[in-house]
């Protein structure tokens, strides 16, 4: 293992600490350590704690070698950005070993009390820490793992598991359940039976009005969804999260698809499907798909015939999104998941025009690949489970079929506003951009190739 550690081992600023300060410990900590464990490569970011150093004479260590940023004197914590432009991307956490208190039992993340000391056996600085995943240390010096609480062999047996007493370790920092979940998720591991239960145990309080900022909530769900919408809904409802966090989506278990499915069972089922066409969209349209594939079938939840509505169920989306922030965590997935909504209703209520199909499908909003995966295998599903096809997916490959598209993009319009003016005499307003949307119509259709035509089928419209 001691090869990985090797750029740390060589970069000037350890030299330079191992020759001024002999008698000091050099640790690698947190998520470096397991990722190294884990064969990563391409670790950018290094947490360090540097054991028997004053907090200033490390300080002003540090400023030869780059740009030294101090984050809070209790903590301990510096920022370096190195001179070296080797290191140019690289981000390094410099610091002293901490202990950690939870102040009001509020379950805030920044209820803390936080002490650094140079003294602090690295044990201790560890003790404070969430999972033992986490909670490892590599000591540069004796090239040695420090591992007090089991960390490697939960890696070994693919385990999330609380450091310490599980509960007492929710109810400091709330944010930690939902941490529970991503790194399951991202890691493709199961959390421990104790951590679990503590999980069950807490996760009602963490529905106190701020007791997770839900700009927090959305990052969470957003890399717990990304990395494997399944799991992390499987985890969020067994654990109590989902009832606490997202009660709307709970409501889903409620609700029944066909004879003995629920719609919380057949999103899941949709979702795993989704995730198995990860390949086919680029890494920035998956989690855009499977919001969407997790919101397709929301409005059903609203209850009475008027849960069928289009309306209510992109208002449902929309505000689905904007309560949790989401279009923070992900830029633009508000507008991207409520506009294949709008496309779904012109599917299912429209009146076939393409001139419309094209607003929809070649928005900025998303890219139609989404909108079609996401719908492909909703139709399949539907058909596996009921033996009737969900329409929408014919509907849009009729659509998409009629509409000539070359190279993923639609030919540019033959006319625009100013041409109609010059031509028909016809100022801005209602009837030009009546005329602009058939004339749109008809050349999507095949109507007319150039503009000499299509000036001449728009002066026929207006006899």
């Known amino acids: 293992m001691r090869q990985h550690f090797s750029i740390i081992q060589s970069l000037a600023f350890v030299e330079e600490i191992r020759t001024r300060y002999p008698d000091s410990s050099i640790f690698v900590v947190g998520g470096a350590v397991r990722d190294v464990m884990l064969a ?6 290094w947490d360090l704690v540097v054991r028997g150093i004053p907090i200033d004479e490390l300080e002003a260590l540090l400023a030869d070698f780059g740009s030294v940023v101090l984050v809070g004197r209790k903590f301990g914590v510096f920022k370096l950005s190195l001179s070296d432009e080797r290191f140019a991307d690289y981000h390094f ?14 379950g805030r993340r920044n209820d803390f009390s936080v002490e650094s000391n140079h003294l602090l056996p690295i044990e201790d600085d560890l003790s404070r820490r969430d999972f033992t995943i986490n909670a490892m240390a590599w000591d540069l010096g004796r090239e040695a793992l420090v591992d007090p609480f089991g960390g490697q062999k939960d890696l070994e047996m693919k385990t999330i598991r609380a450091v310490g007493d599980p509960e007492t370790r929710f109810r400091e920092d709330y944010t930690r359940l939902l941490r529970a979940v991503r790194f399951a998720a991202v890691l493709g591991f199961d959390v421990e039976e104790k951590t679990s239960l503590a999980m069950k145990a807490v996760a009602a309080e963490i529905s106190r009005s701020g007791a997770i900022p839900k700009e927090m909530i959305a990052l969470e769900f957003y890399k717990s969804l990304a990395a494997d919408p399944v799991r992390t809904l499987k985890l969020y409802d067994s654990s109590g999260i989902l009832l606490a966090v997202f009660p709307e989506l709970a409501k889903y278990k409620e609700i029944e698809i066909v004879h003995g499915l629920s719609l919380w069972n057949y999103t899941l089922s949709l979702l795993s499907r989704v995730g198995k066409s990860r390949g086919e969209l680029r890494s920035e349209d998956f989690f855009a798909a499977v919001l969407f594939a997790l919101l397709l079938h929301s409005g059903r939840t609203l209850g009475g015939e008027v849960a069928r509505s289009w309306d209510r169920r ?14 923070m965590a992900a830029s633009g997935i508000e507008e991207s998941v409520t506009w294949m909504l709008k496309t779904c209703r012109f599917l299912e209520e429209g009146d076939g025009s393409l001139a419309e199909a094209e ?3 070649f928005s900025p909003h998303f890219h139609w690949l989404v909108l079609a995966i996401v719908l492909r295998e909703d139709s399949l599903l539907s058909m596996e489970v009921s033996s009737s096809p969900s329409p929408f997916y014919a509907r849009l490959s009729a659509i998409l079929q009629k509409l000539p598209i070359v190279g993923g993009v639609l030919p540019p319009r033959l006319v625009d506003g100013d041409i109609l003016k010059k031509e028909l005499e016809i100022e801005s307003g209602p009837r030009m951009k009546e005329l602009l ?15 000499k035509d299509a000036i001449i089928y728009a002066k026929s419209l207006i006899k």
């Open 314 to 327: 992109i208002d449902f989306a929309h505000g689905f999104c904007r309560n949790y922030c989401l279009s």
């Open 40 to 45: 990563k490569g391409g670790i950018r970011d």
């Open 93 to 106: 956490d410099i610091a002293l070993p901490r202990t950690e208190f939870a102040l009001s039992g509020s």
């Open 437 to 451: 949307a058939s004339i749109r119509e008809a050349q999507l259709r095949g109507k007319f190739k150039n503009q």
């Open 359 to 361: 607003k929809l499908l």
